[in-house]
């Protein structure tokens, strides 16, 4: 079975710095696909962004990026420019290739972005 | 505009009573699900549906169940809620036919069973 872990439950960052938040994940497969999702106060669950497995290259999606470690099965995800829109519950998630779309959520992180 | 649409946003249930989660998505989309948001747990699956006319059981399934009867409607229903229930429910849709769809969430439906 795939866990997902994430160690900070909440994180704070001036506005304009940047932060990185950690999570790792422990998989025996080969293929599969992760995301980083954003939930605000009005709960809705967006999504940041998306890493093929197979891929080197790490996603950028604006001022969000990831580091993606296969060996070390770790999925980091970095704000950099930090918003104050950028204040949200931030959720790592894991989906295994061909599972269509059975996503495994970690727990969590809350961030705050502070003025 | 195109998206998931759950009713209702909030609800306020007695224990052993009956209810149905209704969940509509516009998108055409193969794949719907159905999560439970818990504090400290995050999001886990309840029932998952591939296609039409096909369900499975997700992490959480005891208690819920789902029905599928076409693409657009994913309702779930608590045949008799218990306090253990309280919960956020996302509904969730994606394509379902490109490897790592990612998925699009409704706003949830937030219930209190007492």
């Known amino acids: 079975a795939q866990t997902v872990t994430q160690s900070q439950p909440e994180m704070s960052v001036q506005e304009a710095e940047t932060v990185t938040l950690s999570c790792t994940y422990d998989?025996?497969?080969?293929?599969?696909?992760l995301f980083w999702y954003k939930q605000p106060p009005s709960r809705q669950m967006i999504l940041v962004i998306r890493?093929?497995?197979?891929?080197?290259q790490n996603a950028t999606e604006n001022r969000f990026s990831v580091n993606f470690q296969k060996a070390a099965k770790s999925f980091s995800l970095k704000i950099s420019d930090s918003q104050l829109g950028d204040t949200a519950m931030y959720f790592c998630?894991?989906?295994?290739?061909?599972?269509?779309?059975?996503?495994?959520f970690g727990k969590g992180t809350k961030l705050s972005v502070k003025p | 505009i195109a998206g998931i649409t759950q009713a209702p946003t909030s609800q306020i249930l007695a224990a052993g009573r009956r209810m149905t989660l209704r969940c509509t998505q516009d998108?055409?989309?193969?794949?719907m699900y159905w999560y439970r948001q818990d504090l400290g747990l995050g999001l886990r699956l309840i029932h998952y549906?591939?296609?039409?006319?096909?369900?499975g059981k997700g992490e959480v399934p005891d208690g819920y169940s789902v029905s599928r009867a076409n693409t657009d409607d994913f309702p779930l229903t608590l045949a008799s809620a218990v306090p253990s229930q309280t919960s956020v429910y996302f509904c969730?849709?994606?394509?379902?036919?490109?490897?790592?769809?990612?998925?699009?969430f409704g706003n949830g439906t937030r219930l209190t069973v007492t």
């Open positions: 969730a849709s994606s394509v379902g036919t490109a490897p790592g769809s990612p998925l699009h």
């Open positions: 998989t025996s497969e080969n293929n599969y696909y």
């Open positions: 890493q093929e497995a197979y891929k080197q």
């Open positions: 998630a894991f989906m295994k290739a061909g599972s269509q779309g059975n996503l495994i």
């Open positions: 998108m055409r989309h193969n794949a």
């Open positions: 549906s591939n296609t039409a006319g096909t369900t």
